[in-house]
């Protein structure tokens, strides 16, 4: 981000940091904004982890604490789907004398998947992924993907209610902006929370790619998938410019790719501002 933005970060521009009060948000974010002033020490940074953030950085409505709790009615499917795709029977016959004494297979197969994955953050020459034949590992992540569009993206079972969820850290997005754009000095306002909110606002903001919708949960995994809306460290940046006539434009980054938004624009990746913020407002002005 400082290297292909060098004008947002140079002299003494202000950078304004939030995060989440979980720690490891409050670490990525200090080591990140760190990292910023060791590459041009002259930035002013403001960090702050503080609860009163969290009403926009992790909200979640009642409602849909409700909706994505193991009681919900859409979990009755959702199990029947994880019986389907989950299979251990081989797995567990291949690792231990005794798989009849694991009382719960279907637990452990996920644990062990966890653990495979959760490896490659770690500087190991080791992997625990050749314990899986490649269907088993396909049907873990099915049902994990499912799980996580469900419950965050736009998947049509939830009606809007996960998306809806991110109008605060829009809303948040919205006034930051222009507040940056009406000071008119070189400014960044960043904000480290997690990966399900990040998924909820790409899905409200209708983000290239993370807003596809499909009831079947068989194909899920074709409309969308976990690993390619929010990897590990994912992120979106809006970049904004502004032109000879001195109109505001932005342009979206995911993950450092660029990606669209369902709007007309002569100059694509780059839309007016004026009119991204009049579509974002009444996606926040929606009921």
């Given amino acids: 981000m400082y290297h292909n933005f060098p004008q947002v970060f140079r002299g003494d521009a202000f950078i304004d940091a939030r995060s989440s009060t979980s720690l490891r948000c409050a670490m990525s974010m200090s080591y990140f904004t760190e990292r910023l002033k060791e590459l041009n020490p002259g930035l002013q940074v403001n960090r702050r982890a503080y609860h009163r953030y969290m ?18 009615p859409w979990r009755r499917g959702f199990r029947e789907f994880e019986k389907k ?52 590992l396909v049907g873990v992540w099915k049902t994990v993907n499912a799980r996580m569009y469900v419950c965050n993206a736009a998947a049509p079972l939830n009606g809007g209610l996960m998306p809806r969820c991110a109008v605060p850290l829009l809303r948040n997005i919205l006034e930051s902006a222009d507040a940056a754009i009406e000071k008119g000095t070189p400014a960044a306002d960043l904000r480290f929370g997690h990966d399900t909110h990040l998924i909820r606002l790409l ?16 194909k899920f995994h074709l409309a969308w998938q976990d690993y390619r809306v929010s990897p590990m460290g994912a992120n979106l940046q809006l970049i904004f410019y502004r032109d000879k006539k001195n109109d505001i434009l932005v342009k979206f980054l995911l993950n450092e790719c660029e990606v669209t938004l369902p709007l007309k624009s ?22």
Avoid at 55 to 72: L, N, Q, R, V
Avoid at 108 to 132: C, G, H, K, P, T
């Fill in 55 to 72: 009403d926009y950085i992790a909200y979640t409505s009642p409602e849909g604490e409700k909706f994505a709790s193991e009681k919900a």
């Fill in 85 to 136: 795709n989950v299979r251990p029977e081989r797995l567990m016959a291949s690792l231990f004398v005794k798989p009849e004494a694991i009382t719960d297979q279907d637990a452990m197969m996920r644990s062990l998947y966890w653990i495979a994955a959760d490896m490659q953050n770690v500087e190991l020459d080791l992997s625990f992924y050749d314990i899986f034949e490649y269907e088993e």
């Fill in 203 to 218: 899905a409200l903001m209708q983000i290239e790619g993370c807003s596809n919708q499909e009831v079947d949960m068989e």
């Fill in 266 to 287: 002569k100059m694509v990746p780059y839309y007016s501002w004026k009119e991204v913020e009049t579509f974002l407002a009444e996606i926040i002005g929606k009921e």
